[in-house]
């Protein structure tokens, strides 16, 4: 396979390049930009060396149809420009910006607040989350694939929403992440000296990520009024860990909530339910590919509450853009991304 | 004033010293232990060195009745046996474990799976959250200085529940704390290289602040139905970031949440409550004794996010120690705590 | 006093603003800028509400010179065009640039690759290295205020050199610095991401403090070769540790190294020397105005090493500033700076 | 092939399961313990669930020796009571202890305090350098793995020793290391609260890993004098960035030491020579086996700095123990180590 990158110079593109150098059934990939041409990117990023040495290409459509996949991990407001012209010719599409994947194209406005892409476009994206929409996938040319926020959150909740086995009117969701999620761009919010020793709450009840999870409940599990969902920052790079807490429904109880999770992902090979713990954390999921769901119902208010941790640029975003391409081209979904998780 | 501090080489008691050195009506520090006698302290804490060179005194009552108050930083299970034989005595009493603090002792053994302190010293002692029990602490002999968790809930939470202007019955709360509040003891949890890159959640359901939060919302505040409350360690030394949920009473809008907070806390030192912000985080309050409060109703839900920090060490631990000493010689409340925070 | 500080949102400036808040002798604080005029202080920095909400001033020589003394913390090359019209004025002037350090204009040139500042300024000022340089600090206008890693490095190098205790030709100097030196401008080299998790090398050989150090050990002690000293950037906020490499002088020993810095310093209040420890690190001086030195000899070598810590941004900028103003003012050195190490 | 692992539970444990489960040639991993019997793996570190789900065997020489290759992983003192009853029996042995890397057993004895290894172990064991000593690995049965320190030192400056473009007699070697290098178990030097936002200097003069470099320098490139050494701690969890300064040897030039460096590792995967650089740190080998070399001669004083940068815990443990069992086995040295650095 040939492979294709746009907007490899972000973290989303370094780690799809991370992946795929080891994938068995890649075997070139190569790097496009809108304003680096030319630039060797070893040279930018070393940690490349020997590895990726290829200069930049300029993006070009006649040049891009001619891969078999091509990812972008362009920005929002610019993956809605440069994806579209591609739709239709060859190469799957996966696109890892927010730019596809909201139906409603008056509620990306609202909440993106730039102009979506063309609505065809739109309508052809099939939502990438890939334990509950492989069939779709399977056939999709462009997949819009999911943010680091509702991928956490939404892997840990729909099967409970699904069978109604919490209340949705309820919902409230706490996500911490690590500051790799705002991307390469430096600016105050990421500037070392003001994130370190600081967990900061951002964006109250502005995250763009809120839509989409609703989004996703109406999907692939039911309608529920609009949720509350918050977002924190925490002084580490890597990891987002999401807490969200629900009524339990009417005589369910902790080991129903246990056993729907564990069916619904028993034979999904990025999904582990971890029974019993003291302390569950982002470290477990390091590097990796996987999302751990751990879930308590507190009998002094049968309220559960449910924790999530993934790595946010894995599979909150490039490892599940290439679990996605697997999914695309037939392959076994963890070809290239058996990464065992770091912990330490 | 003469100082004595038992339990001084625990965080509690480092910080304690790091403040009241500086205090201006402190003319001496003696610093008591269990199992470090003789050593000089500036050996032990090199920091300390031209500061604190005294040797550690054994815990002799003789010698205690004889300061103008006695701080104790040892843990929970061990203040319970220390400070009573001191009740009834000269000095003031300020405890920072969790010994005092629940006057149910039914409810302490099934928290703290710890014998109690004897009956009669709990009902003697006064909850020291300085800002809601000013009076009752200004007589006291015997202050149970509150728990970090609480100091940053209570301050948030307690005039809204007093006020009626959120719904009681429907509270998360969801913590987040530095590694510093775990204690000076090394352990798995506290270990630099599973801590560092790493934000999990421990005690799920168990935490033993739980009890001590619901009491003080029946004592300065109104009868609420058990809470959640759920709490996540975060790779950084200090401070604590509580983020509260609550659906917001029949007819009550952001204003009217803000406007309470306000004018509870107008004519206190340490509180302050911040309108507009993009990133609200805990290096606002670094090495301080503020505690920062901010507020908004999402319109979409009518529920209120309330977001509090501190710094565990001070206003959860220390500070508000002395804050509360302050109060008990009339002294001005911010005596030797005007301390400017660091943001970096 | 009333105090004028230029470029107050920097991180030298949010320091001089926390120590100069306590400081009793201190009345007024008033904060100038050349690009955020009228913006209230704590909207920009809510740390500070209620303790610093003035709106910053347009920086103006009528108003700058009714001040008793005034602080730049301007970067280099624009500190050079602001404050030499005020040399002759009334006001005290403190430079926390490295623009009136090198008397040789050239050297500055070549160093900062910056046009330098007015030679009538330059031959003015004074280096403020307060242990070394005290008479002349108290009757200098103007306090060209010593570099972060230079304080570190000549504090502990300058008694040995002038005693002839270590062989001047062979130093190497092995620095690491946190991160909030670099200041508070987003970049890529202080981008979170980037620099969590990372330690590394920069400016090798061509750092701008080598001249500095340089000439500082002439001024000092004694001439001597060109140094090798290299900066590496750690991630943490604050703290620099200088590790130097000295053969040791014929015939002296360990103790004879030990001695000599414990006489120099004998009474400095801010200096302290560290005779046995197994680590000795940053955290000892932690937000404080404290530089801690260190040194063994190895007997299998004969070469001396020598540790010294300090807070970048007290002793290595805003807290040395604001002792020189103690000087310049013939006030107690430690007026406003007696504050504790946080240790943690 | 089968292979066992004694000591699965410390670091390095953790680091040859992480790579060898993805190695092309391994077929069963087993793990082996001195105190955890019967516990299952994966409920003591949960991030290897569905991964490595076995119970820990307890330690017999009979099972042991059917194993093809059997790495240790147990702390120094007990790796040279475990190994010697195997030596000479079936498996190859990868000991990543110190206890066989020093010839001298008077030696092992001064620098680690503890009682050596049997001599005949000790004589038959090979330093495993992997790059430096390529053909006695390929026939030895018992490796020893060298330290993380001196496989970052070694890697930089064996080269240009051995070629005499440096003076070996001014030798400095300032090292740099993340926490991880203290292994798993909890102590008061690698808690949190006091490693968090601290560098320090340790084990000053007094660390093990000098012997080990010396006798490398004999070994594979020159007798030279005693070295200074010195290692600090930073606040990060992987990766080693060692600074070595030396005197240039007459007539020769940075080109010279950097085209030594480019020659001596031309064919070598792991090593890579970093030219022109801004910023040069750990993050760029982060997570992987490689090690990466960089090095600039200052015209003023005609040194050398040579910086060398690892990922303690792969190059520095793990990886070089599996590039040596490849070796071995005369597979690919990069069979199962081509993972790419992490960089964020």
Redesign the interface.
């Given at each position: 396979m040939k492979v294709g990158i746009i907007g490899a110079s972000g973290?989303g593109g370094?780690e799809l390049?991370?992946f795929l150098?080891?994938h068995p059934e890649v075997e070139q990939i190569t790097l496009f930009t809108s304003s680096e041409e030319g630039t060797i990117f070893s040279q930018k990023?070393?940690?490349?060396?020997?590895?990726l040495d290829q200069p930049l290409q300029r993006i070009e459509n006649d040049r891009l149809e001619q891969f078999d996949v091509v990812f972008s991990s362009a920005p929002a407001g610019v993956a809605s420009q440069l994806l579209p012209p591609l739709v239709g010719k060859g190469p799957k599409l996966i696109d890892l910006s927010g730019d596809f994947r909201l139906k409603d194209l008056a509620l990306y406005e609202e909440w993106y607040k730039k102009e979506p892409a063309p609505a065809s476009a739109v309508a052809e994206s099939v939502y990438g989350l890939t334990e509950w929409n492989k069939a779709a996938i399977a056939k999709a040319q462009l997949i819009a694939n999911p943010g680091c926020y509702p991928t956490a959150v939404l892997l840990s909740l729909l099967p409970l929403l699904k069978e109604n086995l919490i209340d949705p009117s309820?919902l409230?969701i706490?996500a911490?992440s690590?500051?790799?999620g705002?991307g390469?761009q430096?600016?105050?919010?990421?500037?070392?000296?003001?994130?370190?020793?600081?967990?900061?709450?951002?964006?109250?009840?502005q995250h763009q990520h809120i839509p989409e999870i609703e989004q996703a409940f109406s999907l692939f599990a039911q309608d529920a009024?609009?949720?509350?969902f918050?977002t924190?920052?925490?002084?580490?790079?890597?990891?987002i860990?999401a807490?969200s807490?629900a009524t339990v429904a009417e005589g369910m109880t902790e080991e129903d909530l246990v056993n729907c999770l564990e069916e619904t992902y028993a034979d999904k090979?990025f999904v582990?339910i971890?029974r019993e713990?003291?302390?569950?954390?982002?470290?477990?999921?390091?590097?990796s590919n996987y999302c751990?769901i751990?879930v308590?119902v507190?009998p002094?208010?049968n309220?559960a509450?449910i924790?999530s941790v993934i790595d946010n640029?894995v599979k909150g975003a490039a490892g599940q853009a290439i679990q996605n391409m697997n999914v695309q081209f037939n392959l076994d979904e963890t070809a290239g991304l058996?990464?065992?998780?770091?912990?330490?």
């Open positions: 973290y370094l390049i991370r150098h080891n990023y070393s940690h490349l060396l020997n590895i309820q409230i706490d911490k690590g500051v790799s705002a390469n430096p600016n105050q919010m990421t500037h070392f000296s003001e994130t370190n020793e600081n967990t900061a709450i951002y964006k109250l009840n009024p609009p949720i509350t918050s924190h920052l925490v002084p580490m790079t890597r990891g860990l807490t807490y090979p582990r971890i713990t003291n302390k569950f954390g982002t470290n477990q999921v390091y590097g751990d751990h308590k507190d002094r208010t309220r509450t924790v640029l058996a990464h065992v998780p770091a912990f330490i």
